[in-house]
């Protein structure tokens, strides 16, 4: 059973930047499929951005395109989300997500709930003045 645990939400002003991290205690997140959601009240649960497990590519929907990244940073088994340029709209609880599916570590990540097994907590993040 995997353990995923995020931080690195806060408030911040329009334009600021966070950095949240993913960690996963006792385990090595270099052998899953990650990648990172966002739910608001009234809302569904949006994909963010996501790493693949085969060759560690990336992907980010509209949401994250431009100003957010994430990557894998193996040597601290963790998988960070760097989100620049934030806006009130950003405002939400994150979530980070891994799956260790075959059919899902084999593939280019994708956005589905869904294909995600393991999902940790969430930390909120609020762009506010």
């Known amino acids: 059973q995997l353990a995923l645990v995020e931080s690195g939400g806060g408030l911040v002003q329009p334009g600021g930047s966070l950095r949240l991290s993913c960690a996963a205690p006792?385990?090595?997140?270099?052998?899953?499929?990650v990648a990172w959601f966002r739910k608001t009240p009234g809302k569904y649960r949006e994909g963010v951005s996501c790493v693949n497990f085969a060759d560690s590519g990336t992907r980010s929907t509209d949401i994250g395109k431009g100003r957010f990244a994430i990557s894998r940073d193996n040597a601290n088994n963790t998988v960070w989300l760097q989100m620049d340029n934030l806006d009130p709209e950003d405002t939400a609880v994150y979530y980070c997500?891994?799956?260790?599916?075959?059919?899902?570590?084999?593939?280019?990540?994708?956005?589905?709930?869904?294909?995600?097994?393991?999902w940790g907590q969430g930390t909120q993040v609020t762009i506010s003045t």
């Open positions: 006792g385990s090595s997140l270099e052998q899953y499929a």
């Open positions: 997500a891994a799956s260790e599916r075959p059919w899902i570590l084999f593939r280019v990540c994708e956005f589905q709930a869904n294909d995600y097994e393991y």
